[in-house]
């Protein structure tokens, strides 16, 4: 691959971006070095396909075009159309995401977007004639057509390749065989499934036409993408990194440093973005408005658009943000990640640290000690896949609503994969780690109950209109000791934590005691940290959860409201099992976070240029004398359009529809219904937040080898009588208390 060359970086070059760039300095030898071993080490890691896959994929591509060539014209045939016109009919396929942007590993699915004219419709003819042309042909096997979903899609296998295949009718009778897809006329008199189908390889095409060096974004890309995935934020439909938000987010660091190689380019992605103050938006170009009267993200405007936390927005008209789904809670687990990144890359330029430590798995089961597990079985092969997309879209949902339910106490990290029990059939889980937001306060008597969230949440997923019988999910509290062993490699649970965990629990020191803000500016330090005080603190924290079994003190409870029932327990958290800092019992509950981010903390990328001196000639930087200058610079970039903008302090539930699944929820009367309709809970005038609240939901908590099970006995009423969090919200008098059903039950009796 090697290094690319300078012959772009000069001083003339064309600006991308709406701002002017932070540095127009080039490579040191330095760079040339660290960007080789970054190179050979992606290599080495197995992230780039052979010549033999490469070659494979540009035959099944080749393929798949000549395939829909002949169904175009044998449709025309069909309906009629004289032979000139049949000749004529045309059909093309163009690819994006991954692929398309050139940073593909072995064994990745292509995306692909089959265009046709406007007589070739989307049920008939696409997934019914070319779907039955695919099923008789030999070379496509695993064949699943998803008609319904908000992007319709058909999925397969071509000679072992998998492929997701778009549709867009175009109004057009022909389609030239030179088509550009960029053009804003492509989107007249199309319908919706074609505009959100278009806009995949219309963004992708954008993205390569606005990044300053092509090769080196795309290695920076593929750089990042590995690290998403080992540090467990690369999922957008988790409310984390998707494959086209880490493009956006690339692109605009290579727009800042047009000149820099890789090496350069991961430092200052994590420089930039610990620096940015989120909601303000991540933008590769102004906002059009186009001429066709399409929504474009603009929070002036729009006022769903005001809710987003993390707007990164796509290029191509009509520009969307691609990061709805992101929460508070998985917001401060990105930012945490940025913050890990930047100060290791500042360790790596002082030779402390390698790609080794950048890269690091993210130890997520043994980063907290309690967890929500989420169960879904099904009937059959084909039942299950269907119910995990449905849960899997819905789970982002549950983590709005233990969010809002707690008032913002009680903090979720979803793990962004799925799991399965190879002894049972057909069967996936999930997990979530929970702990109390770090820096309040906590007072005696506070507790959460989140049995009626859960239950509300499992009330919304069975939903699902192509229900069948069969599709279950079971939503459990499990402690860190009781992870299942089959989710460890090779079904073995880990004797002590690992190296890696070592490292993440002292970041989360300091961030927690309030420092994290001065620890920006001390690179380097909190990367690591001797494993024996870790396995000091675990040893402690085990001892503190044996003793609280045979504790005779009683489980405080608060009085049981009228309407519920006498039996019913809270789902606690008891005092004897908060985590220990350094062996030593915390007076107050200090379960370990990932971070926190400080209210206001936000950085606007708008179009006001920097008025820093910027040297034009190309040479190397002395980095550690210009990171001030390059912190003011990044400053003065990041105010423009949208610099008002501040996302609301409390999200709806469901301001955005998954794009798959977003319409298949029904109502009780089992008719087709949005769900935002049928799941925004009317807020109720209370002054504090509500633990226990008055509804004749009875339940009960089942305890099983260390797992405490969530179930409601009957849901007997609606769960709109849970208030949602008022924009002003008091200190809570709640308490984070899991215990099991037999300490709870011993006591009450």
């Known amino acids: 691959m090697g290094i690319p060359g300078l012959s772009d970086q000069n001083s003339g070059q064309q600006r991308l971006g709406i701002t002017e760039p932070i540095s127009l300095a080039g490579p040191s030898e330095d760079d040339v070095i660290k960007t080789r071993e970054l190179e050979k080490y992606l290599q080495g890691v197995g992230l780039y396909e052979s010549q033999e896959e490469a070659v494979g994929r540009e035959e099944v591509l080749g ?66 004639e070319l779907g039955k042309m695919l099923s008789e042909m030999q070379e496509v096997t695993e064949l699943h057509p998803v008609p319904d979903a908000h992007v319709p899609v058909m999925k397969f296998k071509f000679n072992g390749v998998s492929v997701d295949l778009l549709y867009a009718r175009l109004a057009l009778w022909v389609i030239p065989e030179d088509l550009d897809i960029s053009q804003e006329s492509i989107l007249q008199n199309v319908d919706e499934q074609t505009v959100l189908s278009l806009n995949g390889c219309r ?85 059009e408005e186009g001429s066709l009267g399409l929504p474009v993200w603009d929070p002036r405007r729009n006022p769903k658009d005001r809710y987003h936390l993390m707007p990164i927005i ?5 520009c969307m943000n691609s990061t709805y789904n992101v929460t508070s809670s998985t917001l401060r687990v990105m930012s945490d990640e940025f913050q890990r990144g930047s100060e290791i890359c500042e360790a790596m330029e002082a030779s402390k640290a390698n790609w080794n430590t950048l890269f690091e798995p993210y130890p997520f089961f043994e980063s907290y000690k309690n967890y929500l597990q989420i169960d879904i079985t099904a009937e059959n092969a084909d039942d299950l896949r269907q119910w995990k997309g449905w849960v899997e879209s819905r789970l982002r949902q549950l983590t709005l609503k233990i969010e809002r339910h707690t008032y913002g106490m009680l903090q979720c990290h979803p793990h962004p994969g799925e799991f399965s029990d190879k002894s049972r059939s057909f069967h996936h889980c999930y997990f979530m780690g929970l702990q109390r ?88 330090k909190g990367v690591a940290v001797g494993a024996d005080d870790v ?61 926190e981010i400080p209210p206001g903390d936000s950085v606007t990328n708008g179009s006001v240029a920097s008025n820093q001196q910027v040297n034009p000639m190309i040479a190397a930087t002395d980095i550690s004398s210009s990171k001030e200058e390059e912190k003011l610079a990044i400053e003065k970039i990041m105010s423009g359009p949208y610099d008002a903008h501040q996302a609301f302090p409390e999200e709806p539930e469901e301001l955005e529809d998954d794009t798959q699944y977003g319409n298949q929820v029904k109502d009780t009367t089992g008719s087709m219904k949005n769900i935002s309709e049928s799941l925004v809970l009317k807020p109720a005038v209370t002054e504090e937040p509500v633990v226990y609240m008055e509804t004749t939901c009875s339940s009960s908590l089942c305890s099983n080898e260390g797992v405490e099970e969530l179930e409601s006995a009957e849901l007997t009423a609606p769960l709109l009588t849970v208030p949602p969090a008022p924009a002003p919200v008091k200190k809570p008098l709640i308490r984070l208390n899991f215990t099991s059903l037999v300490k709870a039950a011993d006591k009450s009796s």
């Not at 109950?449 to 999910?473: C, Q």
Request: hydrophobic share 35%.
């Open 63 to 128: 393929r798949l075009d000549q395939i829909v060539k002949i169904w175009v014209k044998n449709i025309s045939r069909g309906k009629g159309f004289n032979e000139q016109l049949v000749q004529e009919a045309n059909a093309k396929i163009f690819t994006f995401g991954s692929y398309r942007l050139g940073v593909h590993g072995p064994g990745a699915d292509i995306d692909t977007l089959c265009v046709g004219p406007r007589h070739a419709t989307r049920d008939d003819d696409f997934f019914g």
């Open 203 to 287: 963004v992708t095409d954008q993205v390569l036409r606005l990044v300053p060096n092509i090769q080196t974004f795309r290695t920076t890309l593929r750089c990042m993408r590995f690290w998403a995935k080992r540090r467990g934020v690369y999922s957008n439909v988790a409310g984390f990194l998707g494959g086209i938000n880490l493009a956006l987010l690339v692109a605009r660091i290579c727009q800042l440093y047009p000149n820099a190689l890789p090496n350069m380019l991961v430092s200052r992605f994590f420089r930039v973005y610990t620096q940015w103050r989120w909601p303000n938006p991540v933008m590769l170009c102004a906002i």
């Open 314 to 318: 796509t290029p191509a008209y009509p």
């Open 437 to 524: 937001k770090q820096g309040v306060p906590v007072n005696e008597g506070e507790q959460f109950d989140i049995r009626l969230t859960v239950e509300e949440f499992k009330h919304s997923v069975n939903a699902y209109t192509l229900w069948k019988p069969g599709m279950d999910i079971h939503v459990s509290h499990v402690k860190r000791r009781n992870i299942p062993a089959y989710i460890f490699p090779g079904g073995v649970r880990p004797s002590g934590p690992s190296k890696v965990s070592a490292e993440n629990k002292q970041s989360s020191k300091l961030r927690a005691s309030g420092h994290g803000q001065a620890e920006k500016s001390q690179g380097g």
């Open 535 to 595: 396995k000091k603190r675990r040893r402690s924290e085990d001892d503190m959860d044996n003793s609280s079994k045979n504790s005779k003190s009683p489980v405080s409870l608060p009085p049981p409201s009228r309407e519920v029932n006498e039996d019913m327990t809270p789902i606690k958290w008891d005092e004897s099992e908060v985590n220990s800092i350094d062996g030593q019992k915390s007076k107050k509950l200090c379960l370990r976070s990932q971070g």
